[in-house]
């Protein structure tokens, strides 16, 4: 396959960046995006030119690090997967393919096709947890949990924090992302008892941080690569106006 | 001159990790927040030390290359991990568990550092479930269970097929948490480049931000490695591109021994390579083989036949089929342990029964399964593997069996380290993949997520303590001592060289051809010949790489090419100490397989009289040979016997 990149190039944070046109040619249908983008670099360096800069580690769509928007879409034409098990065998010989960064304010630009997505930490550091220290902890046994809220939780549990959700929101929203960890939690017996403070806490950074509100076009449930499910969000709703309403949470 | 003291304590196997309890020294919580603590890593083994150790009082800083320290490769782990709870009632126990791990690791493992991994395996699933971890539940809510390779009993809890993300998010979210109340500092993207020693411990490292290029100091009163394994020595493994030796490397070159660098494992159940271009393998979960049946045609023909595309897998007879595994070990079938499994398709393969598009690969069938079970329950097991593999592939799992071949996976050796996790130079540790004691010549499935977590939330923290108890009147370090100026200096020196030789040639081009030296002479089956062969290539090659690598742009800037040399460069000398150590094992265990020493039926044959030791290297400079130092395994409540799967 030969195909016709466009690419967004920008050196750093502060620097103004652009779209820059590259050619790749004699591309196998049987690799994977990055694959393509490594015969790029490979041709770039060999040329003398900066190779592009884009986030990848695991290549096996779990690790949650790659993070290209693809035609104006998050992870590309394909459904249900990461840039990383994307396949060339999606696109067509001769193809012009447009390659972005995830756009978001919440996110800012670090090189080239890579992003900061240290908000997604802070969210987590902000509740996203049971607080239970090492040792001392009853048997793994000891609260039978019902399969069906075992397994609503393992749904939720799925999300990789790749951001997908956030990039293809017209809102930039980060709703996709809060919702699952505060829904797989508030499966569980274990995570009731923080459920209010968690959930409070949680929205509040994710405005702090920036990131808009849902746009309610589900847009980001299409996108997501392990297909998080919106009515996480309406289960967080939920939490967050039972918590307001309850005088009781005065701790956050 | 490194002197190894296992220091394993006093008693009978079952007495002595409570001996030591009973014994160590405690630091009190008012001294503990005067200690600072460095972790490198944040996979299971270092975010679980780091938030246990900030828990009770340490300050901690920790580092990682990636972005966030969710992204740690335990996050790929897919099939389980395993406990001695007995839940199933099926006769299983703490000894057991020890026991399978023992003679999992073919009898080249420390026997107390075993026990006690099984000791405090229960401890883990509990204090996992405590912090939400959504495991797979029967339907009167408590945990299931599934069996692994290597073991009769089913021990194995398990989060659909995604059981190391979810580990390692729960001891994310623990470190996050520590994050949160200021007890751990976060250092993401950075690249630990060096250890620094003041008085012959460690008391620090030298890091560089990879977003700006800064060169780092860092200083604490000890230094814990979890670094992880070196798979990505053959280029093409399972591991993550990121993933490296440079850590533990340098810990080496710092005077810390490097224990049995040829125990690598290669994991039978992986999607075959397809082309040049390739960059990574793709691990299918070896929980597939609890219900997968995995053959090659019997006739050689009908092997040719499909590889010319002529003939599908689905056409040839049950007759024709030659499920070998079950052929071969009858009591264990297709869950024999992963070594042996890698080899049987190996010798298939070898032998012109091969299948796929390059005759290199076996299948994994689930038509069996799916007519035992029906599609919906195979579906609910494994649904998640099979998308990935169609994703890849292109073919329907459902359909049409798998096609699998191994690969790079896991490392069983590291860091030499005694009974407390510390490694040769005082006040360095290393814990997980990182280190080499638990798994021997060969590692049990599920059983690296349970080491990763038994070290970092329930041995060290307790050992660390009998270190730093006698640190409390060591006042803090700054990293303004001349010992880190030395240090600093060596790294800027490197990367200037690194950065001056502007050759030809690509860093991954370099990768790939070591590789495929390590593939080729140091990889699934080994002989003097080869091996002497790698040890006149692979310096070579480095030779070569410092002449003629190309990196382009800056060092004062986001610069991933720079990134990958000096992992490269250690790579390159890590090579030369595997084919090495393989060369001087002359015997067959778990995943060393010497073609001299094995039986007249194809199984690998142990030398105890002259192998029942571990292999530690002493760096004794560039250019010159390590020193070898033996460290005799001693077994009290395992008999030394052959492993036999039959």
């Known amino acids: ?252 | 001159m490194i002197k190894l003291d296992s220091k394993i304590p006093e008693g009978a196997m079952a007495d002595k990790w409570k001996n030591y309890i009973d014994h160590a020294k405690l630091v009190n919580p008012s001294n503990k927040r005067k200690l600072d603590i460095i972790v490198v890593g944040t996979g299971l083994a270092g975010a679980s030390a780091a938030a246990s150790l900030a828990e009770m009082g340490y300050e901690v800083k920790i580092f990682c290359y990636q972005d966030s320290p969710r992204r740690a490769h335990s996050i790929a782990a897919q099939g389980g991990i395993n406990a001695a709870k007995n839940y199933p009632n099926d006769g299983d126990s703490v000894y057991r568990l020890f026991y399978d791990t023992v003679k999992g690791g073919d009898d080249r493992a420390r026997e107390a550092n075993v026990y006690r991994l099984a000791e405090v395996s229960n401890n883990i699933i509990d204090q996992c479930v405590a912090q939400g971890i959504p495991f797979a539940r029967e339907y009167g809510g408590l945990l299931d269970n599934r069996s692994f390779g290597g073991a009769q009993v089913s021990r194995t809890f398990y989060a659909r097929g995604q059981t190391g993300q979810q580990l390692l998010l729960g001891a994310y979210s623990a470190l996050s948490r520590q994050i949160k109340k200021g007890k751990v500092t976060l250092y993401n993207r950075r690249d630990m480049l060096d250890v620094v020693k003041i008085d012959g411990r460690a008391r620090g490292i030298i890091t560089r931000n990879l977003v700006t290029g800064e060169i780092e100091r860092h200083a604490a009163h000890a230094v814990v490695l979890a670094t992880g394994g070196y798979g990505n020595v053959f280029y093409l493994s399972t591991n993550a591109m990121g993933s490296n030796v440079s850590p533990a490397w340098k810990a080496y070159k710092a005077g810390a021994a490097f224990a049995n660098p040829c125990y690598m494992q290669i994991h039978p159940t992986c999607i075959p390579v397809h082309g040049d271009f390739q960059s990574k393998l793709t691990l299918m979960s070896e929980s597939l083989r609890n219900d997968g049946r995995i053959w090659v045609p019997k006739k050689k023909e009908d092997a040719e036949a499909i590889k010319a595309g002529k003939l599908k897998p689905t056409q040839i007879k049950e007759e024709d089929r030659d499920y070998y595994l079950e052929r071969r070990y009858p009591a264990f079938g297709n869950l024999v342990p992963r070594d042996v499994a890698s080899r049987a398709a190996k010798e298939r393969v070898d032998a012109g029964h091969g299948v796929g598009p390059t005759g290199i690969a076996v299948y994994l069938d689930f038509e069996e399964a799916i007519g035992r079970l029906g599609k919906s329950v195979v579906e609910a097991r494994y649904g998640n593997l099979f998308q990935m593999y169609e994703k890849i592939v292109d073919e329907d799992p459902y359909t049409t069996p798998m096609m699998i071949y191994p690969a790079s996976h896991y490392t069983m050796g590291g860091l030499w380290v005694d009974y407390n996790l510390m490694t040769t130079v005082p006040g360095l540790y290393a814990i997980g993949e990182a280190n080499f004691s638990d798994h021997g010549a060969n590692r049990l499935g599920a059983s690296a997520l349970m080491q990763g977590l038994a070290d970092g939330y329930f041995v060290l923290p307790y050992t660390i303590a009998d270190y730093l108890a006698d640190q409390i009147h060591v006042p803090r370090f700054t990293g303004k001592e001349p010992e880190f100026n030395d240090v600093e200096k060596n790294v800027n020196e490197r990367i200037k060289k690194l950065m001056s030789i502007n050759g030809k040639q690509s860093v991954d081009s370099f990768h790939k051809r070591l590789g495929h030296i390590m593939w080729e002479y140091v990889g699934m089956a080994r002989n003097e010949e080869g091996l002497k062969k790698a040890l006149e290539e692979i310096p070579k090659l480095r030779e070569e790489f410092w002449k003629d690598v190309r990196i382009p742009g800056d060092t004062a800037e986001f610069n991933n090419e720079l990134e990958k040399a000096g992992r490269v460069a250690d790579f390159l000398e890590l090579g030369e100490l595997i084919a090495r150590d393989a060369l001087n094992r002359t015997e067959s265990c778990g995943g060393h397989f010497r073609e001299e020493s094995q039986t007249p039926e194809g199984e690998a044959k142990r030398d105890d009289e002259n192998f029942t030791y571990v292999a530690a290297w002493e760096y004794k400079g560039d250019g010159q040979e390590p020193e070898l130092h033996k460290e005799h395994l001693t077994f009290e409540a395992i008999k030394l016997v052959q492993r036999n799967y039959k």
């Open chain 1, 1 to 252: 396959m030969d195909l016709t990149l466009k690419i967004w190039r920008q050196a750093n944070a502060q620097a103004k960046g652009k779209m820059v046109e590259y050619k790749v040619t004699g591309v196998s249908p049987d690799s994977s995006f990055f694959e393509m983008l490594d015969v790029l670099n490979q041709d770039l360096i060999e040329k003398g030119e900066d190779p592009v800069a884009f986030d990848h580690d695991c290549r096996e769509g779990i690790c949650g690090t790659c993070s290209l928007y693809i035609n104006g879409r998050a992870h590309g034409p394909d459904s249900g997967v990461t840039t990383c098990q994307l396949h060339m065998r999606k696109f067509k010989d001769g193809d012009t393919i447009f390659i972005e960064p995830w756009r978001a304010k919440a996110f800012p630009i670090v090189k080239d096709l890579i992003v900061n997505r240290g908000a997604f930490d802070s969210i987590i550091q902000a509740g996203g947890y049971i607080s239970v220290n090492t040792g001392g902890v009853p048997d793994a046994n000891a609260i039978p949990i019902p399969k069906v809220n075992a397994d609503a939780a393992m749904d939720a549990a799925a999300c990789i924090g790749c951001g997908a959700c956030v990039a293809t929101c017209k809102n930039a929203s980060a709703m996709l992302f809060v919702a699952a960890k505060v829904s797989q939690f508030a499966n569980l017996p274990q995570g009731k008892i923080e459920a209010k403070r968690r959930v409070q806490n949680m929205v509040a950074e994710m405005d702090a941080l920036g990131f808009g509100n849902c746009s309610n076009t589900y847009a980001c449930e299409q996108e997501c690569p392990k297909e998080i499910s919106v009515s996480n969000i309406a289960k967080m709703n939920r939490e967050f106006l039972s918590a307001k309403l309850c005088a009781d949470v005065k701790d956050i």
